[in-house]
């Protein structure tokens, strides 16, 4: 090394041929003072680097543009709701379903055997017949512990302080107890059911509006899946090579969903929609699954984006997951100029019955706005 001032910062002429080996040589003498310098020169040869998977040729035909080009877009929501309806609904609620068990704690107690073996050392029971007691925490033991009620529900339901005041001082005494049993079960169980409660006022109330900005074609390769194309699922119609489903499972709901999508004479091209294309809805961001592109007549399409789940039964959906999908149904339904459905399925079957559904109501209505002109002249 030379001696620039007062560092040491620079690595003295080296024969001309060590040139090409001089970065790495530097290092190695830097490593002398620094070992972190060595990081960036090793790697984990067992990880498997995650596959490449560009998107393809179907990507940019006119057809997946012309609906890319209608579901790419940012959007803000206005929500605007009476607060004293929610303070009733969530007061009703609340005094129906709250229940809170009591804090339990359990003691064991053993006494060591008086020889012991190694063998019983190893099988760890060097100690004799356990004997447990299961207590409930006294009021007065769970009290000495402060916490901020009010403020933690209205952090956890986006809700101010006057208004979460109100549904807990109008709540049965008897329920309101219930906080001395389980504090933060009590917070926990109040935040879900007041949330419950305001998604399902949203919907009747939330209006969507585009703002600048989209999404850009690398959010369909940023996303790194950590598998290989093996576990993959070959496509023909996608705009990528291979489907990263929800899991290898073979039976798995998105890989049977995209085996008849891939499959199907009525499906032109799709694309399975990362993790990162989302709609914003007070209760959450919503991820949409599938975009797809249907074959219907010569030349007109008829566009879906679609999102599969295990099940579509609405007594099996939480009142916020019920409002995130509804969200989407709005929002598609105001803002797409009737050019894209939305729709939330169970299997590609109940998919196709949708597209019959919506491709006869789109020939109805092309049918009776070509009478009307018809007579009308």
Known sequence: MTQVGEEYDSLAVLPEALHPMQEGIHKLVQAIFDDKVLAEMFQDGNKTPAPENPLNDRFYKQAFQTLWTAINHRYAYTVDFDSNELIKKAIAAINAELYVSQLQYTVSVASQREHITGEQMRESDAFGAVKTK????????????????????????????????????????????????????????????????????????????????????????????GRTFD?????????????????????????????????????????????????????????????????????????????????????????????????????????????????????????????????GLVLQSLTEAYMTKRFCR
């Open 134 to 225: 299961t207590n409930t925490l006294k009021h007065a033991e769970i009290s000495q512990i402060r916490y901020d009620l009010v403020g933690k529900i209205a952090e956890g339901t986006v809700l101010t302080r006057r208004t979460v005041t109100a549904i807990l001082k109008d709540i049965d005494p008897l329920k309101f107890a219930m906080f001395q049993n389980n504090p933060e079960e009590f917070i926990t169980k109040v935040i879900r059911l007041i949330k419950e409660q305001k998604a399902t006022m949203i919907v009747e109330h939330i209006t969507y509006d585009t703002i600048d900005g989209g999404y850009d074609s690398s959010i369909f390769t940023a996303e790194k899946h």
């Open 231 to 359: 576990q993959a699922f070959p496509a023909t119609k996608a705009i990528q090579d291979y489907v990263f489903t929800d899991g290898t499972a073979e039976k798995s709901v998105e890989r049977k969903f995209v085996e008849a999508l891939d499959g199907s004479q009525d499906v032109n091209i799709y694309a399975k929609l990362p993790k990162g294309f989302a709609i914003p809805t007070p209760v959450g961001h919503y991820s949409l699954d599938w975009a797809i592109v249907f074959h219907e007549g010569a030349v007109r399409h008829i566009y879906f984006v679609a999102e599969t789940k295990g099940t579509m039964d609405s007594l099996n959906l939480r009142p916020i997951e019920r409002a995130k999908i509804d969200c989407a149904k709005k929002l598609f339904s105001t803002l797409s100029s009737g050019t894209v459905t939305y729709d939330h399925v169970d299997s590609f079957q109940e998919l196709i019955e949708d597209f019959r559904t919506v491709g």
